[in-house]
């Protein structure tokens, strides 16, 4: 079976009234594979999507998709920070194989990136938005760019305040540019309230070519990261009253969990109070539902250029964040909200309306694509495909899964047990994720979990060995 083309594939399907589950569609030509439309936001938590159980926030075009094919409850990112996870989503590689553990470095050059690999298998590889990562897009394998977002632009800087006043500390100097450095600050520099539009601008422009080859491209939104701005026509979208506050609301986390009083930690007094909270997740929200707005737009347009039943659309966020849980404002940490990201897959031979429990990383989207589209996945690729579950031919590809964050942070998590060491400090904590899932409980002093505890740290330190994490020659 795993020999036939897709359009085989499908008259069997049909042929036999029954779904028989192939992840992969091996050698299609070019013309028969589907298009790619990969859409990324950026510290979007995991329980922000009404659909998949957020009954306090509307996001009616990721509800729509949601229901067309397979959300991800349990996909983590590996590495909480912007940069290392977009290396680990483009190179398919951990921060320990493609070089890119914190900012500032370079992806390992002899590894072939997600944009090459799609490239060469005869795909127009665009991209729009947020760049945060070495060199330019159409230096990594993308063809071309528009609506291109990186810094360049700190001549036209001029200091900005967010939501409720506070002075602006990311994205100072960033700037819309095209792939011959013409910069373009009349579009604004740093964030502005409409950015997210603008980016679905560019991605509609791309979409409305129509090439005669399929297309891959990815958008890159900046929402929701900070600095955060309500859209237009979004600013009494959600009561800071009616807003719930996360179950795990601390005014302040415990210890120094290795990045304590970071840059993000900075964006909001100690101690955390619940209406600074409430106000917070609040334009939190409708940034959120501004961006599901922008996606619907992008869809839309596939509709009506009559490319939507050929084309994959994967959503998912490079993290989660804090926004009160933990008494966190950032990412930078191990817990669920945060190392997790929402996952929708949805598209031709993909089933619809299905959840997955399985635990999946987001670099593993690249040799996932490969498979889906009936394409090779580089050697180079780390990454395991999850296809199989994808289509519901398989449960996990994983028993557990190992994330880091620079040298202050740890952990494995398998499917009901959590073990994070802070080196730093040696601190460990032990949550039970199925009778305590929002980490409230610490039990690794518990001398009933002393098997659970020694069994995890056996797996972390396996882990950190096959990774050949520095961390473990201290």
Known sequence: MKNLSLV???????AFLTWVGVATVPHAAASDRPNVLFLLTDDQRPDTIRELGNSHIETPHLDALARRGVAFTRAVCANPICTPSRAEIL??????????????????????????????????????????????????????????????????????????????????????????????????VGLTPDISSKFADAAIEFIRRKPADPFFLQVAFTAPHDPLFFPPTFEKKYDPDKVPLPANFLAEHPFDHGNFDGRDEKLLEWPRTPQMIRKLLAV?????????????????????TGQFDNTIVIFSSDHGLGVGSHGLRGKQSMYEHTINVP????????????????QVYLRELYPTTCDLIGIDIPASVEGTSFADVVVGKSERTHDHVFCYFRDKQRMVRDSRWKLTHYPAIDRWQLFDL?????????????????????????????????????????
């Open 91 to 188: 190179s398919g590689c951990s921060g320990f194989r493609n070089g890119v553990i914190d900012f500032g470095k370079q992806i390992a050059p002899e590894l072939k990136l997600w944009p090459q690999a799609m490239t060469e298998a005869g795909y127009h590889s665009w991209y729009v938005g947020k760049w945060h990562n070495d060199g330019k897009p159409i230096q990594r394998g993308y063809e071309r760019t528009l609506g291109l977002f990186t810094g360049g632009g700190g001549k036209f800087w001029k200091d900005q305040v967010d939501w409720k006043g506070t002075p602006v500390t990311g994205y100072r100097g960033w700037i819309f540019q095209d792939d011959e450095r013409n910069l373009f600050p009349e579009r604004g």
């Open 8 to 14: 085989n594939f499908r008259i069997v399907c049909l």
């Open 284 to 304: 939190y929200y409708a940034v959120i539902s501004d961006v599901d707005k922008q996606v619907g737009r992008i869809i839309e347009t596939l509709r009506t």
């Open 343 to 358: 996952l929708i897959i949805a598209g031709p031979n993909i089933p619809p309306g299905q959840t997955r429990d399985a």
């Open 434 to 474: 199925v009778n305590d899932p929002n980490e409230l409980s610490d039990v690794s002093n518990d001398s009933t979990k002393s098997e659970v505890l020694q069994r995890l740290r056996k797996k972390l330190r396996a882990e950190q060995v096959a990774a050949r994490d520095p961390l473990v020659s201290r």
